[in-house]
């Protein structure tokens, strides 16, 4: 398929129902596949890829997917989840120019909830923003990313920075983690969504 203005719905009903985006490109298509594998994978709670990571530019629909999977996850409830988590799995959702707003704040409470949830969604880690440059905030993503990996939890983050560029932007720890027991979607090159 080509990257023109040939839009055609998600391959499969699943995709359809919980992502509703319209396939304009081959990676939009190949990033369903990857949402839906990731959200079968949390249900059955297999923790061989916990981390997904969604990168692309703006408008490319890499917060959408990752809204998408908590909407996902809120409406299964107990009964879906029941027998391989044995009760409804908390998540949380959280923009991080937010979450750095806080810490700026000193309120570092939002760690524990950050460490502790089933799904932890970071939407725009180090969205083009000044505020995420002091090593502080790339230190407080570090703990967090190391804390789920030892523990081997379900984690979305979603970012507008070239995946050759994390260890420049971050640093070499936080880039390990990044690409450590991750499904990695790459939605560079992807035409935005607002402009068709």
């Known amino acids: 398929m080509s990257a023109n203005n040939n839009f055609c719905p998600c391959r499969t ?6 992502l509703a985006l319209d396939v304009h490109h081959p990676k939009i298509q190949t990033t369903a596949d990857d949402v839906e594998a990731f959200c079968r ?16 530019s703006n408008s490319s629909g890499k917060s959408h997917a990752a809204r998408a999977i908590q909407r996902w996850c809120q409406h299964l409830g107990l009964a879906a989840f029941g027998q391989t988590w044995g009760k409804t799995p908390g998540d949380v959702y959280v923009r991080w ?52 990996e030892d523990y081997r939890m379900f984690t979305v983050l979603t970012t507008d920075i070239q995946p050759e560029s994390w260890r420049e932007v971050f640093d070499q720890r ?6 450590s027991h991750a499904r990695l979607v790459n939605l560079f090159g992807v035409p935005s969504y607002r402009v068709r």
């Open 97 to 148: 120019p937010e979450a750095v707003d806080e810490f700026n704040k000193g309120n570092d409470a939002a760690m524990d909830d950050y460490r502790k949830a089933d799904l932890l969604i970071l939407d725009d880690i180090a969205a083009v923003d000044d505020r995420f440059k002091t090593r502080t905030h790339v230190a407080k993503l570090c703990q967090v990313l190391t804390h789920r």
């Open 174 to 179: 936080v880039a390990e983690r990044l690409f």
């Open 13 to 18: 009903p699943w995709q359809r129902k919980w």
């Open 41 to 56: 994978d949390f249900m059955k709670n297999s923790r061989d890829q916990p981390l997904f990571v969604l990168a692309g």
